[in-house]
């Protein structure tokens, strides 16, 4: 056995010419893959010296030879081999390049560090690999998407895969949401049960035109998705306003996860709703109550005081598509020219209230006017957040389960072609610099189960 001592010691750029191929060799090289070769060489350099023994037969390198003589080299360093037998040098040919082939790769790094040279402007076609390679390599890790288990290092770290799309069909996003349904009990009370406008009466129709039961009410907020966006972008302790609070989910999850929440809302019966679900919680010592305030978020700078907040996360009304009150100031009552001046009034006095450098999170969804034609709520939720100063930072896409949408899509789509929309739009904002926001090590909630 070989050991530490019979090292190699001697480098020196050797004439091509000298250099004996081995007439046996078994690694293969094509035409492609020395082009590949050649350009890094261009890029690199020749960084990695081909291995010799004292007569000058090449151990390995065969093609990175290959390449420099198509690029007309003429010397390449060359590192001696000169302690080896001439069975331990055909069996070195062997293993050179089979260790290097028994090698894996870890694929969230590997992402990582694509995307890192992407950044660059680096080509990354001279790491050797092609849009094919990795358009399999990451199916493959996309195979696991789905599974709560071991094998999905995303999934263990960030909850779930932090990707632009948030697919709450799939069912290890319904497995989890049933258990923070569990956790919080009897949610979406505290609104009349036929709080339904004129936009979610259009929609809330079978396809004969009867009223639908699947979809009376009022919608409530994911629970699920409400986590993500908290320990995503907030720490324990931070503090977290809602100039539109309406149900008593994001406060109570908000509070389950160590956050301070203070969110207000005009209807005096939803906040009162809202305080008779938080008894259950109040025994938890680790849970922070949150703070639900009742009047008009016009005056958003006086109702919730303190200007030190971490995050603004809300999902505001969408214009009339649900009315929930008969009250002149409740802006889904308002016409949608009206309706967004005061929108973009309380979201300007509220961002106000942040910090220097915190992250602003809406929920929102394209909405129609009464001619079925969209009025640009998303385009102008950004344009309303971006007049502040804040920047758009991540722009995601929530897709929501088909439901009733089965039942209008053909009649829609035949009559009107017009689609049914099964998604919502995740804006996150940032105000200020993301870089000085200081931010937790992401360890998802253990919230039991199987």
């Given amino acids: 056995m070989k050991n530490g001592k019979d090292s190699t010691a001697r480098m020196e750029n050797v004439a091509i010419d000298k250099l004996v191929p081995y007439a046996r060799n078994a690694r293969t090289h094509s035409d492609e893959q020395i082009l590949q070769i050649r350009a890094s060489l261009r890029e690199f350099g020749f960084v990695n010296p081909v291995l010799i023994d ?7 390198g065969h093609g990175r030879i290959m390449a420099a003589k198509a690029e007309g080299m003429t010397e390449i360093p060359c590192v001696f081999v000169e302690h ?7 069996a070195y ?3 050179d390049n089979k260790l290097a082939l028994n090698a894996g790769w ?3 790094m590997l992402a990582l560090a694509i995307e890192e040279l992407q950044a660059l402007d680096f080509d990354i076609n001279l790491t050797g690999f092609d849009a094919s390679e990795f358009e399999k390599l990451f199916a493959e890790s996309d195979s696991k998407y789905g599974e709560m288990d071991d094998s999905g290092a995303l999934f263990k770290k960030f909850i779930i895969p932090p990707y632009s799309i948030l697919d709450s069909r799939q069912g290890y996003w319904r497995d989890r949401k049933a258990k923070w349904e569990a956790i919080l009990g009897n949610i979406g009370g505290g609104r009349n049960e036929n709080l339904i406008g004129a936009g979610m009466g259009s929609l809330a129709k079978d396809a004969n035109g009867a009223e639908s039961k699947i ?3 009022t919608s409530i907020f994911d629970p699920m998705l409400c986590e993500i966006l908290v320990t995503w972008f907030t720490c324990k302790g931070d503090k977290i306003i ?8 994001r406060g109570l999850v908000s509070g389950y996860l160590g956050r301070e929440y203070h969110g207000n809302d005009l209807r005096q019966e939803q906040i009162d709703h809202n305080l008779q679900a938080l008894d259950k919680f109040l025994h938890d010592e680790d849970f922070i109550p949150p703070t639900w305030t009742v009047g008009d978020s016009t005056c958003v700078h006086d109702i919730i005081p303190g200007d030190d907040f971490d995050m603004l996360l809300t999902c505001p009304p969408y214009g009339d598509l649900e009315v929930y009150s008969d009250n002149p100031a409740d802006i889904s009552n308002m016409p949608y020219t009206d309706f967004i001046i005061i929108y973009g009034d309380i979201l300007a006095k509220t961002i106000a209230k942040l910090k220097d450098n915190a992250y602003i999170a809406i929920v929102v969804a394209e909405i129609r006017d009464k001619k079925g034609h969209c009025r ?3 385009r102008d939720t950004i344009d309303i957040v971006t007049a502040t100063g804040a920047k758009l930072y991540n722009d995601m896409v929530l897709v929501n389960a088909v439901g009733t949408a089965a039942l209008r899509a053909g009649r829609q789509f035949s009559a009107w072609r017009k689609v049914v929309k099964t998604h919502q739009n995740v804006l996150v904002f940032v105000k200020g610099d993301y870089k000085k926001i200081p931010l937790d090590h992401i360890e998802p909630l253990d919230i039991g189960g199987e």
Avoid: C, W
């Fill in 54 to 60: 004292q007569n000058h037969n090449i151990i390995a």
């Fill in 84 to 90: 080896l037998t001439d069975a331990q040098k055909k």
């Fill in 93 to 95: 040919m062997l293993a």
């Fill in 106 to 108: 870890d694929e969230e």
């Fill in 215 to 217: 979809a009376s009410g």
């Fill in 242 to 249: 809602d100039p539109f609070a309406g149900g008593e989910v």
């Fill in 376 to 378: 640009g709520f998303v």
